[in-house]
């Protein structure tokens, strides 16, 4: 793409083995800190549709999407049910058309919107699209320096010198006041419980996209093979995502698989033949997420036969 690219503008970009995949560009200064602590010069962030993560790549690497790209795309292989995923992908890049909307929608799959709603605030308008994507987070800095006063100069202290000193008193002490105990019926039964499950769901989640971030970074989103480091790392990270995977209660969950697509990730690395080290772990671990998936494909479905 040319030097003038904008926050809002929909692209195509390429990421290891994966096919080329529809993206937004993102502004720097919104992304998760996560996020953007990754950041690399003279590089832009974008966001990928039907998926949750995010890739920094030089602007001349990212090929402009337009309407007629799509519509072709989605003509050609709506039925190829080998690409079901990217055809997804290029199907919300259709009905992309307001770039505040998507932004309040990826917010609020992030559980940022308020974050969202306070960047608005301090800025006095919505966020638009046609920004400058390599404009980063500013830090206010107060450059206010605390003046003293000598008592020298100070009238106030003057006048304090030239009047008698009073003879000092005792202050009263005042009895402390005695606190209200609330009885136990007060206190609402299951409030603490109620925080307790919310808690533990957006740790679930935080973890699940933990674990797809880590392998991802270590297998798919590199130019160069993995290192030694990088493979010991994901062979721990997928035996870690076994054992927590083949219980009664297991902590990748639908809601945990469903925030996270990790069962995505793994399909991408058993249909890559340069990671089939991997593949047997990757099988495993999708065989005991069968029934999972088969429910998030049945959510899929009706999704989109949604009008």
């Given at each position: 793409m ?21 993206a937004?560009v993102?502004?720097?200064?919104l ?6 602590r ?9 966001c ?5 993560t ?6 001349g690497r ?56 306070a960047?608005?605030k ?18 206010v800095?107060n ?11 100070d ?16 202050p ?5 006041k005695?606190?209200k ?25 935080e973890i ?7 392998i991802?970074r ?40 469903r ?16 990671l089939?080290?991997f ?24 999704a989109?036969s949604?009008?």
């Amino acid at each position: 793409m040319t030097k003038d690219i904008r926050t809002g503008d929909l692209v195509l970009c390429k990421v290891g083995s994966f096919p080329p995949w529809p993206a937004v560009v993102f502004p720097q200064r919104l992304l998760r800190n996560d996020v953007y602590r990754k950041r690399k010069s003279n590089c832009v962030a974008v966001c990928f549709f039907n998926d949750p993560t995010y890739y920094w790549e030089q602007p001349g690497r990212l090929k402009q999407l337009d309407q007629d790209t799509i519509h072709s795309f989605i003509s050609e292989h709506n039925k190829n049910a080998n690409q079901r995923e990217l055809v997804n992908a290029y199907k919300e890049a259709k009905k992309f058309d307001d770039f505040n909307v998507f932004l309040q929608e990826k917010f609020d799959e992030e559980n940022r919107l308020k974050d969202l709603k306070a960047f608005e605030k301090s800025e006095g308008s919505r966020i638009v699209a046609g920004e400058d994507p390599y404009i980063g987070r500013t830090k206010v800095v107060n450059k206010r320096k605390k003046t003293s006063i000598s008592p020298k100069n100070d009238p106030e202290s003057k006048k304090d010198l030239q009047q008698p000193k009073k003879e000092e008193t005792k202050p009263i002490i005042q009895p402390p006041k005695k606190r209200k105990h609330t009885s136990d019926t007060e206190v609402k039964p299951g409030a603490s419980n109620k925080k307790k499950v919310k808690l533990d769901y957006s740790r679930k989640i935080e973890i699940s996209l933990l674990f797809r971030r880590r392998i991802q970074r270590n297998l798919i989103q590199r130019e160069t093979p993995p290192a030694e480091g990088d493979i010991k790392e994901t062979h721990e990270l997928l035996n870690r995502i076994y054992e927590n995977s083949d219980t009664k209660r297991p902590f990748f969950d639908l809601e945990a698989l469903r925030e996270s697509k990790l069962h995505k990730l793994l399909k991408a690395i058993v249909n890559d033949p340069d990671l089939e080290e991997f593949h047997p772990s990757c099988k495993e671990i999708l065989l005991t997420w069968a029934d999972i998936i088969t429910e998030l494909k049945k959510e899929k479905s009706q999704a989109l036969s949604t009008p």
